[in-house]
Protein backbone atom coordinates (compact mmCIF):
# COMPACT_ATOMS: atom_id res chain seq x y z
CA UNK A 1 0.00 0.00 0.00
CA UNK A 2 1.17 2.97 -0.72
CA UNK A 3 0.87 6.46 1.68
CA UNK A 4 -0.56 9.59 0.28
CA UNK A 5 -0.19 11.76 3.15
CA UNK A 6 3.06 11.66 4.87
CA UNK A 7 3.68 10.19 8.44
CA UNK A 8 3.62 12.66 11.03
CA UNK A 9 6.96 13.55 12.73
CA UNK A 10 7.80 12.48 16.06
CA UNK A 11 8.04 16.31 18.12
CA UNK A 12 11.01 15.31 20.03
CA UNK A 13 13.44 14.31 17.54
CA UNK A 14 17.39 14.45 18.61
CA UNK A 15 18.30 17.56 16.73
CA UNK A 16 15.22 19.81 17.53
CA UNK A 17 15.80 18.73 21.41
CA UNK A 18 19.29 20.24 21.01
CA UNK A 19 17.66 23.66 19.99
CA UNK A 20 15.88 23.95 22.73
CA UNK A 21 18.67 23.15 24.98
CA UNK A 22 20.85 25.46 23.51
CA UNK A 23 18.62 28.12 23.82
CA UNK A 24 17.69 27.62 27.78
CA UNK A 25 21.11 27.30 28.47
CA UNK A 26 22.15 30.86 26.24
CA UNK A 27 19.28 32.59 28.61
CA UNK A 28 20.38 30.94 31.85
CA UNK A 29 23.79 32.52 31.59
CA UNK A 30 22.86 35.79 30.60
CA UNK A 31 20.24 36.41 33.36
CA UNK A 32 22.95 34.84 35.99
CA UNK A 33 25.48 37.12 34.15
CA UNK A 34 22.85 40.29 34.83
CA UNK A 35 22.07 39.25 38.05
CA UNK A 36 26.13 38.91 39.45
CA UNK A 37 27.72 41.90 37.30
CA UNK A 38 24.76 44.42 37.82
CA UNK A 39 25.69 47.38 39.78
CA UNK A 40 23.75 47.53 42.86
CA UNK A 41 22.46 51.05 43.95
CA UNK A 42 24.05 51.63 46.85
CA UNK A 43 22.27 53.96 49.72
CA UNK A 44 25.10 56.78 49.27
CA UNK A 45 24.08 56.55 45.11
CA UNK A 46 20.49 57.38 46.26
CA UNK A 47 19.75 61.75 45.75
CA UNK A 48 18.97 62.88 49.06
CA UNK A 49 15.93 65.68 49.47
CA UNK A 50 18.60 68.25 50.69
CA UNK A 51 21.22 67.44 47.11
CA UNK A 52 17.74 68.79 45.21
CA UNK A 53 18.53 72.66 46.23
CA UNK A 54 22.14 72.91 46.10
CA UNK A 55 23.89 75.08 48.86
CA UNK A 56 25.91 78.24 47.31
CA UNK A 57 29.44 77.77 48.23
CA UNK A 58 29.16 81.28 49.94
CA UNK A 59 26.97 84.01 51.05
CA UNK A 60 25.61 85.77 47.99
CA UNK A 61 28.44 89.19 47.62
CA UNK A 62 24.69 91.42 47.40
CA UNK A 63 23.55 89.87 50.38
CA UNK A 64 27.08 89.96 52.01
CA UNK A 65 26.47 93.67 51.37
CA UNK A 66 24.14 94.05 53.04
CA UNK A 67 24.24 92.55 56.51
CA UNK A 68 25.36 94.44 59.79
CA UNK A 69 29.10 94.51 60.21
CA UNK A 70 30.84 92.81 63.09
CA UNK A 71 29.94 89.39 62.27
CA UNK A 72 33.35 87.43 62.78
CA UNK A 73 34.75 84.64 59.87
CA UNK A 74 32.95 81.89 59.60
CA UNK A 75 29.61 83.11 61.91
CA UNK A 76 27.46 83.16 58.92
CA UNK A 77 26.46 80.33 56.32
CA UNK A 78 24.10 80.34 53.05
CA UNK A 79 20.97 78.62 53.35
CA UNK A 80 19.69 76.39 50.64
CA UNK A 81 16.43 79.07 49.21
CA UNK A 82 14.08 78.95 46.59
CA UNK A 83 14.22 81.81 44.71
CA UNK A 84 16.13 83.69 46.62
CA UNK A 85 19.35 84.16 48.79
CA UNK A 86 19.76 83.50 52.36
CA UNK A 87 22.02 83.50 55.01
CA UNK A 88 22.27 82.55 59.26
CA UNK A 89 24.46 83.92 61.14
CA UNK A 90 25.23 82.89 64.45
CA UNK A 91 26.36 85.78 67.33
CA UNK A 92 27.74 88.73 66.13
CA UNK A 93 30.49 90.47 68.09
CA UNK A 94 28.67 93.32 69.25
CA UNK A 95 26.24 91.27 70.18
CA UNK A 96 27.28 87.83 72.12
CA UNK A 97 24.02 85.02 72.18
CA UNK A 98 22.25 86.56 69.77
CA UNK A 99 21.15 84.59 66.31
CA UNK A 100 20.17 86.39 62.84
CA UNK A 101 18.92 85.68 59.19
CA UNK A 102 19.06 88.02 56.48
CA UNK A 103 17.18 86.80 52.89
CA UNK A 104 16.83 88.63 49.85
CA UNK A 105 13.56 88.20 48.20
CA UNK A 106 12.92 88.74 44.02
CA UNK A 107 9.89 90.81 44.51
CA UNK A 108 7.78 92.98 47.19
CA UNK A 109 5.12 89.97 47.23
CA UNK A 110 7.29 87.68 48.51
CA UNK A 111 8.96 90.39 50.94
CA UNK A 112 5.50 91.27 52.39
CA UNK A 113 4.22 87.86 52.70
CA UNK A 114 7.58 86.78 54.41
CA UNK A 115 7.46 89.21 56.82
CA UNK A 116 3.65 88.50 57.27
CA UNK A 117 5.11 85.22 58.69
CA UNK A 118 7.78 86.95 60.75
CA UNK A 119 4.77 88.87 62.65
CA UNK A 120 2.27 86.03 62.50
CA UNK A 121 5.25 83.91 64.65
CA UNK A 122 6.83 87.15 66.88
CA UNK A 123 4.98 88.44 70.23
CA UNK A 124 4.61 92.07 68.72
CA UNK A 125 5.20 94.96 71.12
CA UNK A 126 5.78 98.25 71.30
CA UNK A 127 9.67 98.85 70.50
CA UNK A 128 11.95 100.92 73.06
CA UNK A 129 11.76 104.24 73.11
CA UNK A 130 7.90 103.81 72.38
CA UNK A 131 8.40 103.24 68.88
CA UNK A 132 5.83 101.89 66.84
CA UNK A 133 5.51 98.10 66.20
CA UNK A 134 5.45 97.05 62.80
CA UNK A 135 5.77 100.88 61.65
CA UNK A 136 8.06 102.29 59.22
CA UNK A 137 12.13 103.29 60.60
CA UNK A 138 13.98 105.56 59.08
CA UNK A 139 17.97 106.27 59.27
CA UNK A 140 19.04 109.04 60.64
CA UNK A 141 20.76 110.66 57.93
CA UNK A 142 17.33 111.00 56.00
CA UNK A 143 14.61 110.94 58.51
CA UNK A 144 11.97 111.79 56.07
CA UNK A 145 12.41 108.77 54.30
CA UNK A 146 11.33 105.46 55.53
CA UNK A 147 13.65 102.93 54.54
CA UNK A 148 11.12 99.85 55.48
CA UNK A 149 9.46 97.96 58.31
CA UNK A 150 10.30 97.40 61.81
CA UNK A 151 9.03 94.94 64.20
CA UNK A 152 9.72 94.62 68.03
CA UNK A 153 8.52 91.47 70.06
CA UNK A 154 9.41 88.04 71.35
CA UNK A 155 9.61 84.52 70.02
CA UNK A 156 7.83 81.91 70.94
CA UNK A 157 10.21 80.58 73.74
CA UNK A 158 10.23 84.52 74.56
CA UNK A 159 13.41 85.64 73.84
CA UNK A 160 13.70 89.15 72.82
CA UNK A 161 13.76 89.69 68.38
CA UNK A 162 13.79 92.24 66.09
CA UNK A 163 13.21 92.00 62.22
CA UNK A 164 13.29 94.92 59.97
CA UNK A 165 12.83 95.59 55.85
CA UNK A 166 14.71 97.41 53.79
CA UNK A 167 12.41 97.46 51.24
CA UNK A 168 14.61 99.16 48.63
CA UNK A 169 16.82 96.44 48.73
CA UNK A 170 13.74 93.53 49.44
CA UNK A 171 15.62 92.54 52.66
CA UNK A 172 14.06 90.67 55.40
CA UNK A 173 16.64 90.80 58.14
CA UNK A 174 16.15 89.45 62.03
CA UNK A 175 18.31 88.85 65.22
CA UNK A 176 17.23 86.83 68.21
CA UNK A 177 18.29 85.98 71.35
CA UNK A 178 19.07 83.13 73.10
CA UNK A 179 19.06 81.95 76.94
CA UNK A 180 20.89 84.84 78.33
CA UNK A 181 21.55 86.81 75.62
CA UNK A 182 20.53 90.85 75.23
CA UNK A 183 16.94 91.90 76.50
CA UNK A 184 14.62 93.94 74.02
CA UNK A 185 15.97 97.54 74.72
CA UNK A 186 19.95 95.66 74.33
CA UNK A 187 19.07 94.68 71.37
CA UNK A 188 16.76 97.27 69.77
CA UNK A 189 20.51 99.41 70.72
CA UNK A 190 22.59 96.83 68.57
CA UNK A 191 20.03 97.10 65.56
CA UNK A 192 19.63 100.98 66.24
CA UNK A 193 23.60 101.36 65.34
CA UNK A 194 23.81 98.39 62.54
CA UNK A 195 20.67 98.61 60.78
Same mark, same amino acid.
Given at each position: ?????? +?????? @???? %???? #??????????? &??????????????? !????? &?????? +???? +????????? /???? $??? !???????? $?? *????? $??? !????? +???? /??????? =????????????? #?????? /? @?????? %???? $?????????????? !??????????? =????????? *??????? &???? #? /????? *???
Amino acid at each position: MIDVVP +RPQAAH @QPGH %RRWW #LVAVSVVAVVV &TAGVVFWPERSISDQ !PSPSA &TVPVPA +RIDP +RLASLMPAD /YPAG $ACT !PVPADNRS $AA *ECGPN $ASA !PNTSA +RFTL /YHDVDAL =DAALTQFISGTTV #LVCPGN /Y @QSPGPW %RRRA $APDAPVGTLVCGTS !PQGHARIGWTV =DSELLLASI *ESSPGGP &TLPQ #L /YDWWS *EHS
